[in-house]
């Protein structure tokens, strides 16, 4: 698939989203808040060449280079660029979110391993925190809260609360389907409550245009069908794959990436079952099953 050519979207006069269309697998975004002499950037990118593409993007917006990366989580798409950054930049997330990228490492290269991902060099955050962190920089407070296990076990919330923007990293995929087998179903709406309660006026998702916070009724009402989905197939004793192969998706089945359903649907047997939020599934299963939905092919990356 061709993708589309990232732009950049000035918010406010200090604060720039970094969009990458389609939005599709590993086409995250990104965004900066500048005050002229001090940067904030919000996660890096899939590729090194998109890493190369976004410093170049931040500095022809007139910002310096940051002196601070935040990572909204470990994702490949959102931390490998972080190389690309550093030393001169801090990298800060969750304290969850250090621990996942060490874990995970070159994890997309084993799932997309035709794609030419350049030299990524694994680099975890330096500053990590555990519930909430203010950072004063670029000429602003910069609130970053973690909402539990929700996307992830390691999500950030960044709230620039001057502004009224937030960036939910992927609690929030606009226009995309949500993907939660490495997080919890309950904790995305959990987290949603949270969004809500910022009282944003613009959103930039981790994912797709921005938006604003009608997106968070988009993404429960995914959430809440799931849920329905899931607890029926469960009781009835039928497989993820069984349910989702039985399932009219209706409204959500024209959003891409709808083979994400089955995986989404092992987190909600697995929260169903017992098991803690965000307890690791076996990836084998989960991928497999997104292939079998997706027409026995592997899912494909689009950087």
């Known amino acids: 698939m061709t993708a589309g050519q990232p732009y950049v979207e000035q918010l406010t006069p200090d604060v720039s989203a970094y969009v990458q269309p389609d939005g599709g697998w590993c086409l995250n975004n990104a965004g900066w808040v500048t005050d002229g002499d001090d ?3 919000v996660d890096t990118a899939a590729t090194e060449r998109r890493a190369h593409d976004l410093r170049e993007a931040l500095l022809a917006d007139g910002a310096p280079l940051p002196r601070h990366v935040v990572n909204t989580h470990h994702h490949g798409d959102h931390t490998y660029g972080n190389g690309v950054f550093t030393p001169e930049a801090t990298v800060v997330a969750h304290e969850q979110c250090r621990a996942e990228v060490l874990a995970a490492g070159h994890q997309l290269h084993l799932l997309w391993p035709r794609t030419d991902f ?15 962190l203010t950072l004063h920089t670029a000429g602003c407070e910069v609130e970053l809260f973690h909402p539990g296990v929700a996307h992830t076990t390691g999500d950030s919330i960044v709230w620039l609360a001057r502004q009224r923007i937030v960036f939910t990293g992927d609690l929030i995929f606009e226009g995309g389907t949500p993907f939660i087998p490495m997080g919890s179903l309950s904790g995305s709406l959990r987290a949603l409550d949270l969004l809500r309660e910022l009282g944003a006026t613009t959103v ?7 938006t604003d916070p009608s997106a968070y009724d988009r993404t429960e009402r995914y959430l809440r069908f799931l849920a329905a989905t899931a607890e029926e197939a469960h009781a009835a004793g039928r497989t993820p794959l069984e349910a989702a192969q039985a399932t009219d998706l209706g409204e959500f089945g024209k959003w891409p990436e709808s083979e994400r359903f089955v995986a989404n649907l092992h987190r909600a047997y697995a929260e169903l079952d017992g098991r803690p939020e965000g307890a690791p599934l076996d990836p084998v299963a989960v991928f497999g099953d997104m292939a079998v939905m997706n027409g026995g092919e592997m899912v494909s990356c689009h950087a």
């Open 39 to 41: 940067t904030l950037l």
């Open 118 to 132: 350049g030299d990524i060099h694994i680099t975890p955050a330096s500053l990590t925190y555990s519930q909430k």
């Open 204 to 210: 930039v998702p981790g994912h797709g245009p921005v």
